[in-house]
């Protein structure tokens, strides 16, 4: 008898696919590179997913996001994404956070030592903070990211960064590696930066590119979300931050099941 996770089951054993279901992931962010891993993540059979971001899907998402349709234009992300994933799953457990998440929460977040906050929404234990396996950090913002790492870091919970897709298109320079030993990339500098500066480690994984970026036309518009400072606004195509999450999302099931190499 065939069941959603039955091809999985054949390459992983039943004993890969129970530790997946018991498996507790935090996707932080939802745009290109989170909406992927969060979905490669639910069909895999990781049996609960805390989804946080505090955006709406946007018309200039249609190029590269996951959730992004013209029926979906102005909804919140997380209902977005919980939606699609429990058509997938129904018994899938989630635990939504519609929110910004303000650096100075990432501690609260990841020793959830505290009742949550009233805006969440879960199916089961509700009220209460999670422990997680494991953290896939899909966050533009620096502070955020930086914040959100440290974190995980600090209390030893395993995290992975997801770094800039943005300005690429070389699908071939996308590499897994220890932050400390990634080259090019104009985020995983900032970043270094960031987290030597708050005395964190540097040698946890990242997915990133080291394809020299390739600079916006003169006059791309300039944005600053919620807690950011303004930016120019980076080109993307539809397959790179897919690309990014599919990858973080298989290191992170690879952990769960007790594996590693290659990262």
Do not use: W
């Not at 102005?74 to 998440?101: C, H, N, S, Y």
């Amino acid at each position: 008898m065939t069941h959603p996770q039955s091809r999985t089951e054949i390459l992983i054993g039943a004993e890969g696919l129970a530790r997946l279901r018991a498996a507790h992931v935090l996707v932080a962010g939802l745009g290109g590179v989170g909406g992927h891993a969060a979905e490669a993540l639910g069909r895999a059979g990781v049996g609960r997913l805390t989804l946080l971001d505090h955006d709406e899907v946007a018309l200039s998402n249609l190029n590269r996001q996951l959730l992004a349709l013209h029926s979906t234009l102005g909804q919140p992300k997380v209902e977005v994404m919980a939606a699609r994933l429990r058509d997938i799953d129904p018994t899938l457990e989630l635990t939504l956070i519609d929110d910004f998440l303000q650096p100075d929460r990432a501690e609260r977040l990841v020793a959830a030592t505290l009742p949550l906050t009233p805006h969440l929404s879960a199916t089961k234990g509700e009220g209460r903070g999670p422990a997680y396996d494991y953290v896939a950090d899909c966050i533009d913002s620096i502070a955020c990211k930086a914040a959100l790492v440290a974190a995980c870091l600090r209390h030893a919970v395993p995290v992975i960064s997801a770094l800039g897709a943005g300005n690429c298109l070389d699908v071939s320079r996308v590499r897994v590696a220890p932050l400390n030993q990634t080259q090019v990339c104009p985020l995983a500098r900032e970043l270094r930066r960031t987290l030597r500066a708050m005395d964190a480690p540097l040698n946890y994984p990242v997915v990133y590119s080291d394809e020299p970026r390739r600079q916006p036309l003169p006059h791309a518009p300039v944005e600053g979300g919620a807690g950011g400072r303004p930016r120019a606004v980076n080109g993307t195509i539809s397959y790179m931050p897919a690309l990014f999450g599919v990858m973080l999302a298989g290191i992170v099931i690879r952990r769960l099941l007790g594996e590693s190499g290659g990262d």
